[in-house]
């Protein structure tokens, strides 16, 4: 499918504030100014914004412990982000969520999960919701390779089909649970299969390829509109970091080097730079305004008050 260039230069900045959000939380994580878990989203970068680029903002998106790409590919402030995983009061949850619980409804993101799997049932409760108001929003359940193995994963695509629901089913497949790789944990590697057989559509794309992922995401809504029920996107990535901030990573030798060549940022870039979409001095402008709302947004987070502990409790930090 042919997409427009200012769609293109739009996925590709959107790519690149992730990565550089996450590099700025990776160095303020190691100064010690953000504390608490933290799993980074570099190398996803395309799921993210290849599935989001297709959504409209009341579009509901269930997010995981890995979750800061998926905040901002649906639009969310990257300033109460940040004030968020420096736990202050004008964080997206009020500073009492930290990383793995960013929360914006106004914005269609239903929340981050601690728990592998936990998103991926509240997403049919939000999916069966549209459908019984009838309206056209869909739910957007992102989840991991680990996450399929666990038996919410069946229940709900047997549910969904059963129900006909507006629901699409995102596997960020980035090979690894925490520190164990795929081939260890998979009797067969063919998540696609386990969404067919339940009779629901599926998948599998180059989860490094923005483009790729945006035009199945885009069939898969288009589908889940019209009443059609749930699909699901098999996006095979990789996550270039260690699993969160506290474990080291113990991946072979080469893996991660073999990896980098395929980096969804470097290869978007180099591919709208040979087609003459971006020029490197649109580039370097980009770098430079993201460079300046990162240091809006970190000066934001410290000057914010921290919050009232008693305050969680009240009935706004309950809903």
Same mark, same amino acid.
């Given at each position: 499918?042919?997409?427009?260039?200012?769609?293109?230069?739009?996925?590709?900045?959107?790519?690149?504030?992730?990565?550089?959000?996450?590099?700025?939380?990776?160095?303020?994580?190691?100064?010690?100014?953000?504390?608490?878990?933290?799993?980074?989203?570099?190398?996803?970068?395309?799921?993210?914004?290849?599935?989001?680029?297709?959504?409209?903002?009341?579009?509901?998106?269930?997010?995981?412990?890995? #979750?800061?790409?998926?905040?901002?590919?649906?639009?969310?402030?990257?300033?109460?982000?940040?004030?968020?995983?420096?736990?202050?009061?004008?964080?997206?949850?009020?500073?009492?969520?930290?990383?793995?619980?960013?929360?914006?409804?106004?914005?269609?993101?239903?929340?981050?999960?601690?728990?592998?799997? #936990?998103?991926?049932?509240?997403?049919?409760?939000?999916?069966?919701?549209?459908?019984?108001?009838?309206?056209?929003?869909?739910?957007?359940?992102?989840?991991?390779?680990?996450?399929?193995?666990?038996?919410?994963? $069946?229940?709900?695509?047997?549910?969904?089909?059963?129900?006909?629901?507006?629901?699409?089913?995102?596997?960020?497949?980035?090979?690894?649970?925490?520190?164990?790789?795929?081939?260890?944990?998979? $009797?067969?590697?063919?998540? $696609?299969?386990?969404?067919?057989?339940?009779?629901?559509?599926?998948?599998?794309?180059?989860?490094?390829?923005?483009?790729?992922?945006?035009?199945?995401?885009?069939?898969?809504?288009?589908?889940?509109?019209?009443?059609?029920?749930?699909?699901?996107?098999?996006?095979?990535?990789?996550?270039?970091?260690?699993?969160?901030?506290?474990?080291?990573?113990?991946?072979?030798?080469?893996?991660?080097?073999?990896?980098?060549?395929?980096?969804?940022?470097?290869?978007?870039?180099?591919?709208?730079?040979?087609?003459?979409?971006?020029?490197?001095?649109?580039?370097?402008?980009?770098?430079?305004?993201?460079?300046?709302?990162?240091?809006?947004?970190?000066?934001?987070?410290?000057?914010?008050?921290?919050?009232?502990?008693?305050?969680?409790?009240?009935?706004?930090?309950?809903?």
């Amino acid at each position: 499918m042919g997409l427009r260039a200012e769609k293109r230069k739009s996925m590709f900045g959107r790519m690149l504030l992730i990565r550089r959000f996450e590099e700025e939380v990776k160095k303020l994580y190691q100064e010690g100014r953000i504390v608490g878990a933290i799993h980074l989203y570099i190398g996803q970068e395309a799921v993210a914004v290849g599935v989001s680029s297709g959504l409209k903002k009341r579009d509901y998106v269930f997010s995981t412990h890995r #979750g800061h790409g998926h905040a901002i590919a649906k639009g969310c402030d990257i300033k109460r982000m940040m004030a968020e995983l420096m736990g202050r009061d004008t964080g997206l949850s009020r500073g009492h969520g930290g990383s793995m619980h960013l929360y914006d409804p106004a914005r269609g993101l239903m929340g981050g999960n601690g728990i592998v799997g #936990g998103g991926i049932p509240l997403a049919l409760g939000a999916a069966f919701s549209a459908q019984y108001r009838g309206t056209d929003q869909i739910a957007v359940t992102f989840f991991s390779d680990g996450a399929a193995n666990q038996g919410v994963f $069946a229940e709900s695509l047997n549910l969904a089909a059963l129900f006909h629901l507006p629901v699409i089913f995102v596997c960020e497949n980035n090979q690894y649970a925490a520190t164990t790789p795929v081939r260890r944990s998979f $009797a067969k590697m063919a998540i $696609a299969q386990r969404a067919e057989s339940y009779g629901v559509p599926a998948e599998t794309v180059d989860g490094n390829d923005v483009e790729a992922v945006h035009d199945a995401a885009l069939k898969a809504i288009r589908r889940a509109r019209r009443g059609e029920g749930p699909s699901l996107i098999d996006c095979e990535t990789y996550r270039l970091e260690p699993h969160c901030g506290i474990i080291p990573d113990q991946r072979e030798r080469g893996e991660r080097e073999a990896w980098r060549a395929k980096d969804p940022l470097s290869r978007y870039k180099e591919k709208l730079l040979a087609e003459r979409i971006l020029t490197p001095s649109k580039i370097e402008k980009m770098e430079k305004d993201i460079a300046r709302e990162l240091a809006k947004a970190v000066k934001f987070a410290e000057i914010s008050p921290w919050p009232d502990p008693e305050a969680a409790l009240h009935k706004e930090c309950l809903v």
